[in-house]
């Protein structure tokens, strides 16, 4: 019972690390926008976090707020995971 115990604390600290790093990407991907294959595309009017004349597709939304919404609802049912079912005698 204690491994069992132990493999799932291992998993679920995986998990979140997994998600962290999907946010972190999500919210260090502005950070490119001054290079200069972004700014030539975006006629030379970006920059870290100003996209100029460009725009973000769907995509980027779409994982960010998936990465979000893992974050918040997986941390929620794990804090329920463990607790003890009421045993209801039908």
């Not at 597709?57 to 918040?72: D, E, F, K």
């Amino acid at each position: 019972m204690r491994a069992r115990r132990l493999w799932e604390g291992l998993r679920n600290t995986r998990r979140f690390n997994a998600r962290l790093l999907i946010g972190s990407g999500c919210a260090l991907y502005p950070l490119g926008w001054d290079s200069e294959e972004v700014r030539q595309t975006c006629n030379n009017s970006s920059d870290q976090f100003q996209l100029g004349s460009c725009q973000i597709g769907w995509a980027y939304y779409c994982t960010g707020g998936g990465a979000a919404a893992a974050m918040l609802l997986c941390t929620w049912l794990a804090c329920f995971a463990g607790k003890k079912q009421k045993q209801y005698p039908y």
